[in-house]
């Protein structure tokens, strides 16, 4: 089997520019291929991109194995926080994302307010998985990485297929397609 780049940063949409976007994708290549000289497959993620190389064919489908949740060690205490608040945050950014008219597609970030604070919100999916495969992977992620989620100051979702993140500090870009609510 021939090894194919399965390059998503060029694909990825971001708060990067796409010089930004480009390097980060040689930086993560050449780190692949020097972590994995014999090519026989893997995945590598940068806060802004990750790069796949694989014998098999993942193009077009989604990625439940390679998941991984990083959270903040601290719980909130913010009074009337809930989960329910910064989920429905992620709900709402990814009805943006797989919004055919969104100038960035399977992209969308932004804020809500709660109380006196604010929670960033980011949702991401690769572009070779349809609309539906996307919001699919992100409710399983949420649903199956629950522990490292809730209650949590903040957390990131990493996955092959997609990601998300939020936090109660900004972490992107304003951009076109950012939410305020």
């Not at 520019?17 to 040689?26: E, N």
């Not at 809930?82 to 597609?105: F, G, H, R, V, Y």
Request: proline share 4%; with cysteine.
């Amino acid at each position: 089997n021939e090894l194919v780049p399965i390059a998503t940063a060029p694909k990825f949409y971001s708060d990067w520019s796409p010089s930004q976007c480009r390097s980060c994708y040689f930086t993560t290549l050449s780190e692949l291929r020097r972590r994995c000289p014999r090519y026989k497959g893997g995945i590598i993620w940068y806060d802004q991109c990750l790069l796949e190389i694989s014998t098999v064919k993942t193009f077009g489908r989604i990625d439940y194995d390679n998941n991984f949740c990083m959270s903040n060690a601290k719980r909130f205490s913010v009074q009337g926080y809930t989960n329910t608040k910064w989920q429905a945050l992620i709900s709402n950014l990814t009805t943006i994302a797989i919004n055919e008219k969104n100038p960035s597609p399977v992209y969308a970030a932004g804020e809500r307010r709660i109380g006196r604070d604010k929670v960033y919100g980011m949702v991401q999916c690769t572009q070779d998985i349809s609309a539906k495969g996307c919001v699919e992977c992100l409710t399983h992620n949420m649903v199956h990485l629950q522990d490292c989620l809730f209650y949590k100051r903040g957390a990131r979702v990493i996955g092959r297929s997609c990601n998300f993140r939020y936090e109660f500090y900004p972490f992107v870009a304003v951009g076109p397609n950012y939410l305020k609510t």
